[in-house]
């Protein structure tokens, strides 16, 4: 038994106890977030004026295919094309939906209901939401960090990875910070602080139907990973990305400069084109499986501070569009910002624009909720309906 093993093996023991409680129908004009619904929101309740159609809690497993981008990528290093080409789904999205304030079970919960298991035998690459060290939802959560890592070894993964790039802060200090170095020397995982990779360790995306001027550069150790898992949290974004859940999550897997070269990320900030560009960047890869921690939400400000609502739920999939459009509908049943409020939520500029690169559902109607109880099954059925305003 090596170290890893042993670690693993004295924490699921250790830790037993502490886990286990563990479309368009119409379109709409902007509206002012304060006066969309008359909600009362108290931690642990949920809106009731909101009609209700319940929908099923059944499994429901839709094949998908590989889809890759009709524009020819180019890669000036002749580095190798991702292994894993994006997966669109072409009939129904699952997003498992569970009603709860606690972030371990709530996590543990929604990756039973999607019953997959991407991660056995796999070298894992894990990219949280650390942006900065700010406290959940500005960051990854410690107890979803926790649970997942503990899921997925579970799963059988052969390696786990914790990466990522932060935004907002020097990466390995939030890391450390945060507290991931500790955990990760406790239960055996790696880390990989993209900050440090040296300029032969990134691959350059390209494409003439891209918003980049000279295309971005991600890990490829991300092209090279046999299965990536992301976790994100549900929160908006002020600085022009109007809301930041799983795929502007992705923006830390790109570089800020390479080299020492062009600045990527300024690049993306002071574009008129952020939010399409944000979505391109999802190009790169295919998630094996996402989880959003909602158990507290920001309705405005964000990344890293801002208005903090009990939203009190947690999201898992597979589908980066799915899961968005479920966050921005969530979003709005708590009243949020003018951005992410008007209009129809496939027509935020994120997800149109993930569509158009076949990275997920094209419609709301191709969204099923997997629910295990009956909160978390009268939530999805209001949340249905705010997907179809």
Known sequence: MNRREFCHKITVVGGTIALAPLVKACKTEP?????????????????????TTAPTSESIITPTT?????????DDSLQPQPTHAPTVATDMAQVALVRSDNRADGTKRAIALLGLNP????????????????????????????????????????SITV????????????????GVMDLAAEL???TLVFDDL?????????????????????????????CVIQTCNLKTHRYGGHFTLSLKNSVGLAAKT???????????????????????????????????????????????????????????????????????????????????????????????RAVELGLGVDSPQKIRFLTGDPESERFASQVQQMLLL
Do not use: C
């Open 31 to 51: 509206v002012d977030p304060t006066q969309m619904l008359d909600l009362e929101i108290t931690p642990g309740s949920i809106p009731t004026n909101i009609p």
């Open 66 to 74: 590989g889809h890759t981008p009709t524009s020819t990528m180019q």
């Open 119 to 158: 991660a056995r035998g796999n070298r894992v690459l894990l990219k949280p939401n650390f942006n900065s060290a700010d406290q959940a939802p500005g960051s990854t959560h410690p107890d979803v960090l926790r649970a997942l890592i503990m899921e997925i070894y579970d799963m059988g993964a052969r």
């Open 163 to 178: 990466g990522d790039r932060s935004g907002m802060g020097n990466t390995r200090a939030v890391m450390e910070k945060i």
């Open 188 to 190: 055996g995982f790696d």
């Open 198 to 226: 040296s300029e032969n360790d990134w691959t350059i995306r390209r494409s003439s139907d891209f918003h980049w001027s000279d295309g971005f550069a991600v890990p490829k150790a991300l092209l090279d990973a046999e």
């Open 258 to 352: 390479v080299g020492g070269g062009h600045d990527y990320m300024s690049e993306l900030h002071g574009s008129p084109h952020q939010r399409l560009m944000i979505a391109e960047i999802n190009e790169a890869y295919s998630p094996g499986l996402i989880v959003m921690d909602g158990v507290e939400a920001f309705v405005n400000g964000g990344p890293a501070n801002g208005k903090k609502v009990p939203a009190n739920v947690v999201l898992a999939g597979t589908d980066r569009v799915a899961l968005d459009a479920v966050g921005v509908a969530i979003l709005r049943l708590f009243g949020t910002t003018r951005e992410v409020s008007q209009g129809m939520i496939f027509e935020q500029e994120q997800i149109a």
